[in-house]
Each structure stands twice: as structure tokens, then as C-alpha cells.
């Protein structure tokens, strides 16, 4: 609650102190939500990279990334972030965000810093939170098992019960967005419990769909691998790209017998072509990859309710 905002609860029951609390960090604020006024906008867009085989990399991840978010430039404009790890070290990522265009943000410098062999990123259009720094992505969190990055492309329609029930946790939210909301749900342990005491991270992606069926696309990053996430529905896009050596011909279908030098997942394939990836697929709806050095693999493939429809893109 603002300092020179007057509460307007009783605080008689913990009904009441929860609504006070959601109020606090958005809830009532989130009306009109969405909204586009003018000007060049989609609905923010993702980008992850990873390189195969040895560590570190002989691949530019950090550069990779700009690249591919400069050819997604057209879906936001507001702000960008990169971050990187080197796989070494799961307490902390190499981190760059700010308002403003991609040129603006990356130059040299900041590239440099960006040192790892895997990293994602994200060009941020606000959907449900204010146009600030704060709110840029990707979103990281620090865990007793260490650091957790997400991007997330989209905008959740049951935001306020997710919010209430991460609350109910004694999960803290600083910020209006659903950023935020993903990551700190994505703690939750899920219903089955993890008895090796160590996060089941894909146990605990298939508990967020679950709690979270739509609308959105996501790349998760660990110190050591990616996960993409695309809703049931398929109501946001995202698809998966080969990275190949720089003397191999990326036109054409995707051949599996041609070993991959690394692999990149972004919302559009339109800037495959200039960081030397080959389309491969799509992700599909409700399909959860994991990405690491030695490759990818579907881990599940979460179905949406028989009666409901994919949604179609063209």
C-alpha cells in the first residue's frame, strides 16, 4: 500500500488482511489491462540459446541472443533483457535489462558481460503491469537451490487466484506483474511432494500448467538448462531452432542426422537465418522441452480438455 494510500480494511480476519495485502501489489490496479493505444506493439517476445557439447561454449551466446531479439524488436518495444550463466555457479546469472529499444540497451559492453553457454532473453510490450524498469524481463529469483531466470510471452486470464493462492504460501510479490507471478509459482512444490529434497523441476512446470492453463509461452533457465513451455491451448506461439556449423546449408527441412553446434527457442523463427539456425518445429501445445548440452527432449505433453480447441495461427 502507497504511504499516502489509506487502507480501507478493518483487518478483522485474515479474509481481510489478504485482500489488503493483493490490493498492495496490484490487483485493483490491473483494470483495463491489455489495453493498446497506439503505436508499434505485439505481445513481447522470447529467446533462448544454448551450445552444445563442451563447456564453455565456442558459440556467442550472449551475441546470439541480442540478435535474435533484435529480429523480434517488432513485438515490443518498451524494454529488453538478457541473462546468461556459465553453468557453473547456480547462485548467480549474468544479468542486463532496460527501458527502451534492443541498440539502445546491448551495446559492446554489455555484451561482454554476458558471459555463459546458455542464456535467454526477452523485448518486452506491457500487458498487465506498468512501464518500468522493474518490470522488465527476464524475471530472476534466488532459491535455496539456487538461481531461477524466467521470460514468459503472454498474460495469464486467472492472475488474481494465482496471485491469492502464492500469498497464501507466505510468497512476497514486489511487483504488478505476471513475471513475477510465473516465477514465484513455478517455487511451489508440487502436490506430490519432491522426497530426494531436490526441486522436480518438470513435476513442478506441469503443477504451474495445472494452476495456470492460459495464455502464455515460457523459457525457463536453470545454471545448466532451458526449459520451453507452450500453454495447452497453443495460444502463444514459440518454436525450436538447430544451430549449425557456419559451412552447412540452413535451407531446407530439418535433418536429424546433422549434429547440432547448439540450439535456440524463440517466439518466431524470423531471425533463425541470421544467427546460422535451421528451423526445426514448433512447440507444441502444452509440450515441455528441456534443453542442456547433450540436446533436447520432450519431457511431457500436457492435454487440454477434449472439448476445447489449438488455437490456429497464420
Known amino acids: 500500500m502507497a504511504e499516502n494510500q489509506i487502507c480501507t480494511y478493518n483487518h478483522n480476519n485474515e479474509e481481510e488482511d489478504l485482500a489488503c495485502a493483493m490490493e498492495s501489489v496490484g490487483i485493483s490496479k490491473r483494470k483495463n489491462r491489455g489495453q493498446v493505444s497506439s503505436g508499434l506493439t505485439h505481445e513481447c517476445g522470447v529467446f533462448g540459446a544454448i551450445g552444445c557439447g563442451e563447456w564453455p561454449t565456442s558459440l556467442e551466446i550472449s551475441q546470439i541472443i541480442c540478435w535474435g531479439l533484435v529480429a523480434l524488436q517488432h513485438r515490443g518495444q518498451e524494454s529488453a533483457g538478457i541473462v546468461t550463466s556459465e553453468g557453473k555457479c547456480s547462485k548467480y546469472f549474468n544479468v542486463h535489462k532496460g527501458m527502451g529499444m534492443i541498440s539502445n540497451i546491448f551495446n559492446d559492453q554489455a555484451i561482454k558481460k554476458l558471459k555463459g553457454s546458455i542464456g535467454i532473453g526477452h523485448t518486452r510490450y506491457s500487458t498487465s503491469a506498468a512501464s518500468e524498469e522493474v518490470n522488465c524481463q527476464p524475471f530472476v529469483v534466488h532459491t535455496a537451490h539456487g538461481a531461477l531466470a524466467v521470460a514468459h510471452n503472454g498474460e495469464l486470464i486467472n492472475c488474481d487466484s494465482l496471485r491469492k493462492q502464492v500469498l497464501q504460501h507466505g510468497v512476497g510479490l514486489s511487483t504488478h506483474s505476471d513475471s513475477e507471478l510465473i516465477t514465484q509459482a513455478l517455487c511451489l512444490n508440487p502436490p506430490e511432494g519432491e522426497p530426494n529434497g531436490e526441486p522436480d523441476w518438470p513435476a513442478r512446470i506441469r503443477h504451474f500448467i495445472d494452476l495456470a492453463p492460459l495464455s502464455y509461452s515460457l523459457v525457463i533457465m536453470l545454471k545448466n538448462k532451458i526449459y520451453a513451455v507452450r500453454d495447452p491451448y497453443g495460444n502463444r506461439p514459440l518454436c525450436l531452432g538447430k544451430i549449425l556449423p557456419s559451412n552447412e546449408p540452413l535451407d531446407g527441412e530439418?535433418?536429424?542426422?546433422?549434429?547440432?553446434?547448439?540450439?535456440?527457442?524463440?517466439?518466431?523463427?524470423?531471425?533463425?537465418?541470421?544467427?546460422?539456425?535451421?528451423?526445426?518445429?514448433?512447440?507444441f501445445p502444452g509440450e515441455i522441452i528441456e534443453m542442456t548440452r547433450h540436446g533436447i527432449r520432450t519431457i511431457d505433453i500436457v492435454q487440454r480438455p477434449e472439448n476445447k480447441q489449438q488455437v490456429k495461427f497464420k
Open 254 to 283: 530439418c535433418d536429424e542426422s546433422r549434429e547440432a553446434e547448439g540450439w535456440v527457442v524463440s517466439s518466431e523463427s524470423c531471425g533463425f537465418l541470421s544467427i546460422g539456425a535451421q528451423y526445426v518445429r514448433e512447440v
